[in-house]
């Protein structure tokens, strides 16, 4: 089985940065792409960042220029820098990753609990 166990969440002012962290333990073989998706009160679950193995990334346009996704291939972890951060940000973040568990094995998505970060003043 694969664990994706996020870290960084907490309460911040309007215009404040904070750092997510995820980190993917287990059976591993090789990890494709990592992301970061959040989900507000009342609305779906939304792409906020991805990043592929090669280091390609794609953002969600309403963080673009704010938000910077990065990942550690040697740790499994990937992050989330979040900059200006404004109320609308203000969600439960999760965490994905597409895990190959062993080289003969399909690729399977897996998704963090969640961490809760709160833009308010």
């Known amino acids: 089985q694969v664990q994706l166990v996020e870290s960084g969440g907490g309460l911040v002012q309007p215009g404040g940065s904070l750092r997510l962290s995820c980190a993917a333990s287990?059976?591993?073989?090789?990890?494709?792409?990592m992301g970061w998706y959040r989900q507000a009160p009342g609305k779906e679950r939304e792409l906020v960042a991805v990043?592929?193995?090669?280091?390609?990334?794609t953002y969600a346009d309403s963080v673009k220029g704010r938000f910077t996704i990065s990942r550690d291939n040697a740790k499994n972890t990937v992050y989330l820098q979040m900059n200006s951060l404004k109320a609308e940000d203000t969600a439960v973040y999760y965490c994905?990753?597409?895990?190959?568990?062993?080289?003969?094995?399909?690729?399977?998505?897996?998704w963090g609990k969640g961490t809760l970060v709160t833009v308010s003043p």
């Open positions: 990043i592929t193995s090669g280091g390609t990334t």
């Open positions: 287990g059976i591993i073989f090789s990890i494709n792409a």
């Open positions: 994905n990753a597409e895990v190959r568990q062993l080289s003969w094995t399909r690729t399977m998505n897996y």
